[in-house]
């Protein structure tokens, strides 16, 4: 008995001590997940010496590219994916070329989402879905392609010109079967996004016929819109005057964000809410993150100088993140899933939608593009791509 008795204390005091060490790890992981977010200085000791977060040109895996061919270069999911002579390679984190996809198409517009990419000719007929190494569907359409847009389950929405209409707007499936299709007589449409859910769409209209211009947000029931397309709006939204519709993005399953010359809306199927007023000072704004928006302003630091930060505002919440530029205005931002890619000249700093500084990459030269998808970024030169993987 006195054998068990002891037994049973040694294992009381080893599960004791677990359960202190798992106590002190907690603890030291709070501190130190504080102190990264509040000592800018502690973070960027942690960012280059122990997460590796900076890296210089010449280190990275590369692509060979020749620009004098005139390839479009996108990023999108897990891909850069380089369009060419109706050839649209893709390639891996490691540089290796995993599909070779013929597309009939010579100057695109894209939209991606997650893992797909709508791709179509600009004021052109064919349009494309893609995902992963292959070809989802395609299909061809009378009048001509002004806008797509494909939220993360593959669901396509298009802006339609030159028909007998001023606009039409056609929506696709998974497996590319056309569901609806919505016809606009009086405004024309600018832009399209799908909810999260496949269930609302939404479509950014301009009426340009009276003596003070205005825009719409038509929310659509895609239900309603397959049984009774006359009766399937759920809510419209009209804007201030003046105002021009420039983009939307549906950030959860019913509200679209709504980005307009002075000012962020969002509009739900049954709500509307202002999320941002834009300033002066306001140097750029960008929608298209996730979970939030993006704004690049400039506070005076002293006569004619001028300092740069950038605001991530998240729309589902009053949370806010900064990011301080120590550094002029970017010359390019590229948003790209939940990341923000700012090109500085020589150098670019991604940094996600928290305001965390992701990856630093200097190069010798000017940086002359770069593209951003989800877990993967390109910097591109004239003869080559550095591929940065997030």
């Given at each position: ?11 009381e005091k080893k599960s004791?001590?677990?359960f ?7 603890f030291?992981?709070?501190c130190?997940?504080a102190?990264?977010a509040?000592d ?5 000791l ?8 900076e890296l210089e040109?010449?280190?990275l895996?590369?692509?060979d590219v ?22 649209l ?18 100057i695109?517009i894209?939209?991606?989402?997650g ?31 002004s806008e ?13 010109k030159?028909t007998?209409y ?7 499936d998974?497996?590319g079967v ?6 606009i007589s ?7 996004a799908v ?13 340009y016929?009276?003596?003070?211009l205005?825009?719409?947000?038509t ?34 399953k ?10 962020v809306?969002k ?8 999320v941002y ?8 704004v960008?929608?298209?993150?996730k979970?939030s928006i ?16 950038m605001?991530?505002k998240?729309?589902n ?5 900064l ?19 700012l ?9 996600n ?8 990459y ?13 877990t993967?970024?390109?910097?591109i ?10």
């Amino acid at each position: 008995m006195k054998i068990e008795n002891n037994l049973n204390k040694l294992k009381e005091k080893k599960s004791n001590s677990k359960f202190l060490a798992f106590i002190i790890f907690i603890f030291l992981l709070v501190c130190f997940t504080a102190r990264y977010a509040t000592d800018e200085d502690f973070r960027t000791l942690i960012d280059v010496n122990v997460l590796r977060k900076e890296l210089e040109e010449s280190t990275l895996t590369t692509i060979d590219v020749d620009l004098d061919s005139n390839p479009n270069i996108f990023a999108y999911d897990k891909y850069i994916a380089i369009l060419a002579k109706n050839k649209l390679s893709e390639y891996t984190k490691d540089g290796r070329k995993i599909a070779e996809l013929d597309i009939n198409i010579s100057i695109p517009i894209i939209h991606t989402c997650g893992k797909y990419m709508v791709i179509a000719e600009k004021n052109g007929q064919k349009i494309y879905l893609i995902s992963e190494q292959n070809i989802i569907w395609e299909n061809t359409v009378e009048g001509n392609v002004s806008e797509v847009n494909v939220n993360e389950n593959g669901y396509v929405s298009i802006v339609i010109k030159n028909t007998t209409y001023k606009s039409v707007v056609a929506f696709y499936d998974l497996e590319g079967v056309e569901l609806f299709r919505r016809y606009i007589s009086k405004n024309y449409a600018i832009c399209t996004a799908v909810s999260t859910n496949n269930e609302y769409l939404a479509i950014g209209e301009v009426d340009y016929s009276g003596t003070i211009l205005k825009s719409f947000i038509t929310i659509i029931s895609v239900k309603k819109a397959q049984q009774d397309p006359e009766n399937s709006i759920v809510n419209i939204y009209e804007s201030d005057n003046g105002e021009i519709i420039t983009n939307i993005n549906y950030q959860d399953k019913e509200n679209a964000i709504c980005m307009f010359n002075s000012y962020v809306q969002k509009v739900g199927i049954d709500s509307n809410e202002r999320v941002y007023d834009i300033t002066d000072n306001d140097m750029f704004v960008d929608i298209n993150l996730k979970d939030s928006i993006a704004i690049i302003d400039k506070q005076s630091s002293g006569l004619f100088s001028y300092e740069y930060e950038m605001l991530l505002k998240n729309t589902n919440s009053t949370s806010e993140s900064l990011y301080i530029l120590d550094s002029d205005l970017p010359k390019v931002v590229v948003v790209g899933g939940n990341n923000i890619a700012l090109n500085l000249g020589n150098e670019i700093r991604i940094v996600n939608s928290k305001g965390w500084l992701v990856k630093k990459y200097t190069s010798n030269s000017q940086i002359k593009n770069l593209v951003i998808g989800d877990t993967i970024a390109g910097v591109i030169y004239k003869n080559k791509i550095e591929i940065i993987e997030l």
